[in-house]
């Protein structure tokens, strides 16, 4: 009755009622079940916690607006909208200290180490599925993208990474230790990493000095190994020379930039971040992997899943991770993808799920334009996927048999194929054998997989428009609250956290703008079902 919100003049209450604050309160606040999060506690009698629901929202919340930690916590304060959100009425009430949640964030990390559990995605899964049934929304039709992640991190030269990592053992020396290798240490202590890189000048001397590091490293790496071989700035010095150095009879050499693996460490500070170059542009960080979906007839379209891997992982992986999780949750039976999915990792896996996938480009070589593909014969397949049938672009069908050595086999009558302009024309993949006079067309099931996704691809080509398209937009809102997609936060649990939250606030956002047009259109629907004035209409829709 006296609360902030019940002193507020009825139209701006009415204004508030119908924000996006409500839409996040009823869709998402209240939809957090804080039970799954008990194991984070001692579950004896101890001072109780701060209200785990509203810890989750404050995180939904600064993912989803791009704030700051400072941001977040005065928008909490004195920000109404915003306490709304989060079922409070009044400024006065349920004020806490910005500390709490960073134990809250460091209790949800260590458990994810301990168990490979993030009880954030957790929450996702279950607030996205009471969605999807309480609001109708058909999952069988989706689509999928992927996109680059830049982390926390500072982009390092190769000398600049080395003299870091060595740096970094140097703090966690005794001071005795520090007193015996000062002499070593010396050429590294005169300034930062940054400062020391910066000095050297050319290509000559910058490797002559990448030599002298690795030396350094290997003499460290000796000296350390008994009292030190446990802590991790030992093990990180340990991995950036194993990365980049070599012995070749005993002499240490430096690796060539094409012998160092994607995956190396791309900073002392994110040991999870890899290297990926992709149309001609290089990223260090993550990849996120998102799936939403696409039912034509859907009035609202919903994410259901995001994944995030370290970016040299193929999207071809990260759709058979999460092929499972999907067809269990959302039964979905079509996914529209780009030309960089499909292959060995999703194939079995698709055709087990008897789920369909249509690209809108196919990965590889096009192959010969004058030529037939697989692809161009209609290969028919029993339960299991072995295929029983093969029918020729001129309509010769004949059965098809497990080969010895050459995996799967048709054989087409030679009377038949003399006559066909395919053949005289030297296009058909089916050829005479020496012995057998039958034309035979043989093929594995991994080249059966990649030519159903082309037909699939070409089939879609002649269609009308294009699901997938739209899903460049969804990859866009998840990564607008981090300007040029960097996110203000290191490691894959952190940056996982923090795209789930986001793609969270996405979720949200439209249910509200859903739910807003739906209002606007039962209204405008009454407003002209009422015979009233022009000038009457207009002023009762504008207070509207």
Known sequence: MFSTVSKL???????????????????????????????????????????????????????????SDAELYEHFLFDIQVRYALGYTDLGDGTFAIRTLYYFRDRLSKYYLKTGINLLETTFRDITDAQIVDLVV?????????????????????????????QRTHKILSEADKSRLEEIYAPYLKGSSDHYSY????????????????????????????NYAEENSYKVLERLFSEHFKLVEKELLLK????????????VDDLEASYRKKAGES?????????????P???????????????????????????????????????????????????????????????????????QENKLHLSDFDIQQDEKGNPTTMTCPQGQIVEVNLARKTGWQGHFDPEICIACPFQQEGRCRAKAQKRDPRYMLSFTLKELRAAKRRRAYFTYKKEKGNLRAAVEATMRSAKHPFPAGKLPVRGIFRVTSMMIASVLH????????????????????????????????????IRF
């Open 9 to 67: 003049p009825s139209k701006v209450r009415r204004v508030l009622e119908t924000s996006w604050a409500d839409t996040f309160y009823r869709e998402v606040f209240c939809r957090i079940d804080e039970d799954i999060f008990s194991v984070l506690y001692s579950g004896s009698a101890s001072r109780p916690n701060i209200a785990i629901n509203l810890l989750v929202g404050l995180e939904l919340l600064k993912a989803g607006n791009g704030w």
């Open 138 to 166: 058909q999952t069988g039709t989706q689509r999928m993208d992927s996109t680059q992640l830049a982390s926390n991190i500072v982009n390092s030269s190769r000398l600049r990474l080395l003299v870091e990592g060595t």
């Open 199 to 226: 000095r050297v000048k050319g290509k000559d001397a910058n490797q002559s000095h990448l030599q002298r590091v690795g030396a350094t490293m290997q003499s460290l790496l000796k000296e350390l190994e008994e």
């Open 256 to 267: 060539e930039k094409e012998e160092i693996s994607s995956g190396s460490l791309q900073s």
């Open 283 to 295: 990223y260090q960080g993550y990849v996120a992997n998102i799936s939403e979906t696409c039912e």
């Open 297 to 367: 007839k859907n009035k609202l379209q919903l994410i259901t899943k995001v994944q995030v891997e370290p970016n040299n992982v193929d999207d071809d992986k990260m759709l058979a991770d999460a092929l499972a999780e999907l067809k269990e949750r959302t039964d979905v039976k079509k996914i529209y993808l780009d030309g960089g999915y499909g292959g060995e990792a999703s194939d079995p896996i698709l055709e087990d799920l008897s789920v369909e996938i249509i690209q809108t480009a196919i990965r590889g070589a096009k192959g």
């Open 506 to 541: 996405i979720n949200m956002r439209r249910i509200w703008k859903y739910e807003t047009d739906i209002s606007l259109s039962n209204f405008i629907s009454w407003l002209f079902s009422q015979k009233i004035s022009p000038l009457r209409f207009a002023s009762v829709f």
